[in-house]
């Protein structure tokens, strides 16, 4: 029969197996060969007379025993598994809402590991079940950017339920292009840490510190409070949005990140297919190339640009220009 506790309750769904108990072999590595493997706890099984090792498992804790039977013989292993079960939840906030996106770690003491703990569970379902031999244990919470860690004691038999407090706030993205969704179009994300916090970290005037980027078309981040800037950009090209936002434990914000473009096309028209041509912005960054002879066509943030353009005899042109929200703006480089 198998129990968590001697005087408890059959444990409900454990791995029993009886196994030919080894012979000694001079110090070779003990090798069970189950005869029988089964879900009953108090099941009876039929076997030859001789010596056994019965084994219950349930989650990470286990429990041998040696049973000897003799022909004709009834012998009862009693196996009592020492084992408790640990709920965990993790919530926003003090009575706030649970978190669907957690990943719970479980470690316990090890001298010889890296940092004296050693990792054994772990579980991204948001009401993680753990069934653990008596002890205590060393949970950590992670969702997102944001991570909360606690102490727990499991008795033998106890079934403890602990709710893990992570202060944090989401932020759901999403993304408009031109005023529509942009549903079909490829847009990165990405979230950085604009607060004091985030500035000390670096101590000095490097870009602020990135803390999450997605690819997803409404991507959900978990953030620790503070103030946070969400960024939308169009893959491959220079159009982009940006939103400050104070994220607030225990809050939900949904943000839309609105991008405006325009398109330019630049035509070589009577122009050599190996000229050489370059748009660049208020900047002067370069925002497009001359590519393989032919039209070119891109899609740009509305705004001032130049096009820089050698016309083949060494002398460099400009020719700039302007794009409004929504225009489509043509450059023929065969009129110079």
């Known amino acids: 029969m198998a129990r968590a506790t001697k005087a408890g309750d059959p444990i ?24 029988w493997i089964g879900r009953d706890p108090d099941a009876e099984v039929v076997v030859p007379a001789g010596s056994y090792v019965a084994r219950v498992e349930d989650g990470l804790a286990s429990r041998e025993a040696a049973v000897t039977v003799a022909p ?8 009592v598994l020492g084992a408790g079960r640990l709920e965990l939840t993790a919530i926003t906030q003090a009575g706030g809402a ?36 008596a002890g205590t244990y060393y949970v950590a919470a992670t969702s997102g950017a944001a991570e909360a860690r606690d102490r ?15 202060n944090v706030g989401r932020a759901i993205l999403s ?4 005023g529509a969704a942009a549903k079909d179009e490829e847009i990165y994300f990405r979230v950085l840490r604009i607060d004091d916090q985030a500035r000390e970290a670096v101590r000095s005037t490097n870009p602020p510190p990135e803390v999450a980027r ?55 028209a009577g122009a050599s297919p190996s000229s050489i041509w370059e748009i660049n912005d208020g900047a002067g960054r370069t925002v497009l190339r001359s590519g ?17 353009y050698g016309g083949g005899n060494g002398n460099d042109n400009d020719r700039p220009f302007e794009l409004k929200p929504g225009a489509h703006h043509t450059i023929d480089l065969a009129a110079h």
Do not use: C, M, W
């Open 12 to 35: 409900a769904n454990p791995v029993l197996s009886i196994a030919a108990a080894p012979e000694a072999s001079g110090g070779a590595p003990r090798v069970l060969e189950p005869v």
């Open 72 to 79: 004709g013989g009834l012998s009862d292993a009693q196996l």
């Open 98 to 133: 649970p978190l669907d996106k957690v990943t719970f770690a479980i470690s316990e003491d090890d001298p010889e590991a890296s940092g004296g703990r050693r990792e054994i569970a772990r579980s991204a379902a948001p009401q993680a079940s753990f069934v653990l031999p």
């Open 152 to 166: 727990i004691a499991i008795g033998a038999g106890g079934d403890v339920k602990h709710t893990i407090i992570l």
């Open 175 to 178: 993304a408009q292009l031109d």
């Open 214 to 268: 997605s690819t997803n078309a409404t991507p959900d981040f978990v953030l620790t409070p503070g103030r946070y800037r969400f960024e939308a950009q169009l893959a491959g090209e220079n159009v982009r949005a940006a939103a400050d936002v104070d994220i607030a434990a225990g809050k939900e914000f949904r943000i839309t990140l609105k991008l405006e473009s325009a398109e330019v096309t630049v035509r070589l």
């Open 292 to 308: 393989l002879g032919g039209p070119k066509t891109a899609r740009l943030a509305p705004g001032r640009y130049v096009l820089r």
